[in-house]
């Protein structure tokens, strides 16, 4: 079974500023998907990026971008220029052939005005 | 982005009774997905639902469990007799550019007393 470890249960940024949350997966799979969903207070879960296991260069949308180390089975989210409408619960998960989505235990993401 | 709506958005049962959570998709769609979250922890894989038939289903999705699309749109989970531990937050789940990608509902929050 797919596991997806994230090690940081608190996170806290001052507004404009920076911050990255972790991820690891274990996997036997050599293709396979990953993405960083948000869940706001509403816990509606947003879909904010993706990455293709077979794609070397990092995904990037927005202010959010992702540095994916596959050798190391690494998975961090970038939030650059946090707003207050970046705090939320951000979860990693992954993905295979079994179309199963994986979930960490997620990363409460606090922003500081 | 697909898009696809739930209901009811809170539902409050008593121990026993059965009850029947709804995902409506706005388009047509043949890969459906099921998830659960218990408050505070992390997002599960419950069932897939591919072109009217149970594709995957997890170890959660007992007997007491049942996936349905009535009449070629809605798509249902049923829970036969609730427990006060199936008190959580319902999600389906659409797919989306791809078979991998996954588009969630706003949820379900089913209460159990």
Known sequence: ?113 | EPEVTQTPSHQVTQMGQEVILRCVPISNHLYFYWYRQILGQKVEFLVSFYNNEISEKSEIFDDQFSVERPDGSNFTLKIRSTKLEDSAMYFCALTGRDSYEQYFGPGTRLTVT
Not at chain 1, 69 to 98: E, N, P, R, T
């Open chain 1, 1 to 113: 079974a797919q596991t997806v470890t994230q090690s940081q249960p608190e996170m806290s940024v001052q507004e404009a500023e920076t911050v990255t949350l972790s991820c690891t997966y274990d996997t036997s799979e050599s293709d396979y998907y990953l993405f960083w969903y948000k869940q706001p207070p509403s816990r509606q879960m947003i879909l904010v990026i993706r990455q293709e296991a077979y794609k070397q260069q990092n995904a990037t949308e927005n202010r959010f971008s992702v540095n994916f180390q596959k050798a190391a089975k690494s998975f961090s989210l970038k939030i650059s220029d946090s707003q207050l409408g970046d705090a939320a619960m951000y979860f990693c998960a992954y993905v295979a052939s079994d179309y199963k989505l994986s979930f960490g235990a997620g990363t409460t993401v606090t922003v500081r005005a």
